[in-house]
């Protein structure tokens, strides 16, 4: 499976690290052409105004949609779900607030369950949360009654960074298509 990683910000590099883990093929995503044959797409963390900017620099934000709203298993992590919100790329129903839980200085980590792959450790650096969601959301993790895990249809979002840990199952919903 090839997968796309986002590649205008952030650890994408990690995310492709943990993608060749699984044997998937990652392919840095930065034109629209670098979409081509995609089947799966990973928008990692950074910077969502950085990232914005970047994606309508480069005209990517109509591909991606088309790519996401073709069905292709989607991953977004804590910048990437903000990305994906009703405010940014428009693809997930839910509104966020960036930096919920703080500054750097508030970056934490916790044990979660996350519904559907069970525990694991989530490395939370100025992460958002999820303050209104859809109808069609499934909300899969909480920290402190915030939503900081989600899913809609093809698309899995996360407040955290899994690419920060030895823990490959949140990458490994996207390879094995989002059937998790």
Do not use: Y
């Amino acid at each position: 499976m090839t997968v796309g990683v986002l590649a205008l910000q952030g650890d994408f590099e990690a995310h492709a690290k943990m993608l060749r883990e699984l044997g998937a093929t990652p392919r840095e995503v930065r034109t629209p052409a670098d979409l081509e044959g995609i089947e799966a797409i990973v928008i990692p963390g950074g910077e969502s105004t950085t990232m914005s900017l970047g994606i309508e620099r480069e005209g990517l934000a109509e591909p991606l949609r088309e790519l996401i709203k073709s069905g292709a298993p989607t991953l977004g992590t804590c910048a990437g779900l903000i990305m994906l919100d009703r405010d940014h790329l428009g693809l997930l129903d839910v509104s966020t607030r960036r930096n919920a839980f703080g500054r750097q200085t508030r970056s934490f980590e916790a044990d979660l369950e996350l519904e559907g792959l069970g525990e694991m450790k989530a490395v939370f650096i100025r992460a958002p949360w999820v303050e209104d969601a859809g109808e069609g959301v499934e909300i899969l993790a909480e920290v402190d009654g915030h939503a900081v895990a989600v899913r809609q249809e093809n698309i899995l979002a996360v407040a955290f960074h899994p690419e920060l840990t030895d823990d490959v199952r949140v990458h490994a919903w996207v390879r094995e298509g989002a059937r998790v």
